[in-house]
């Protein structure tokens, strides 16, 4: 607005932010998908956004506003997702928030599949989806800052260290979302930053506040 008179230090820097859940079809009418509200993801755009930088939004299909300021891009699938991710390269930012479906259905049906009386279910064949984060992490076009979440039930920390590593990320933020924390579909987020510098813990926030600070975060590395 006129009155917002925040420090803009990422002025002039293109990010990208992915949101969201993914939908992988099994025929027109079903899909595979996991659970996210796309809250978090659409705050870090938001905030980005807010310190100057030029934001491009690739959101799964989320049923919350688009936040202001941002340029958003809709998709499905997780296909549709790196495809949209690598058009809008080059970036100096990539913060992957999304909760990519990590299989989709092998084929799916272009017709509605129908009951058959007596028959079980036929079995779906699934195949692995590309790894977003994984390819623009080692992409020849790589943003100079790229981040990945890591939402965990069990082994927080040294599962995010696995993934700082396997996929090229330069911090992974890490929570636990086992269903009593309520962060999944919540408005408050508790994480910690994994980074080769070691492991910072953040306070109990907001998952505006978790964005707010990442941004600033990512900031300080301009
Ligand atoms: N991610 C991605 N594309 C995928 C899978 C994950 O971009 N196909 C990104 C997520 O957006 C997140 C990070 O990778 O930033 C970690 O996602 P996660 O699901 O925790 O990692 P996986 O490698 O899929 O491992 P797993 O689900 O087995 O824990
Ligand atoms: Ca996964």
């Known amino acids: 607005t006129l009155l917002d008179d925040t420090p803009k230090p990422l002025a002039g820097k293109r990010a990208i932010v992915t949101s969201g859940p993914t939908h992988e079809p099994i025929d027109p009418v079903r899909y595979i998908a996991n659970r996210s509200s796309g809250k978090q993801g659409h705050a870090i755009a938001a905030s980005l956004a807010r310190l100057g930088a030029e934001v491009t939004l690739v959101s799964g299909p989320v049923t919350i506003p688009d936040p202001a300021g941002v340029t958003v891009i809709r998709v499905e699938s997780a296909a549709d997702m790196l495809e949209a ?14 909760a990519v479906a990590d299989w989709r259905v092998a084929a799916a049906s272009g017709e509605k599949i129908k009951k058959q009386p007596g028959e079980g279910p036929a079995p779906l064949e699934l195949t692995e989806n590309p790894d977003i984060l994984k390819t623009i992490g080692h992409h020849e076009n790589r943003p100079k800052l790229v981040v990945g979440f890591a939402a965990e039930t069990s082994d927080v920390i040294s599962s995010a260290q696995a993934k700082l590593a396997r996929k090229g990320a330069d911090f992974i933020v890490a929570n ?19 980074s080769s510098d070691g492991v910072e813990d953040w306070p109990d926030l907001s998952k505006a506040e978790v964005a707010d600070r990442l941004a600033a975060r990512i900031a300080e590395a301009f």
């Open 176 to 194: 636990d979302v086992s269903p009593a924390t309520g962060i999944m579909g919540g408005d408050r987020n508790r994480v910690r930053i994994v």
């Open 85 to 98: 991710v690598t058009s809008a390269l080059p970036a100096d930012i990539a913060v992957f928030v999304a």
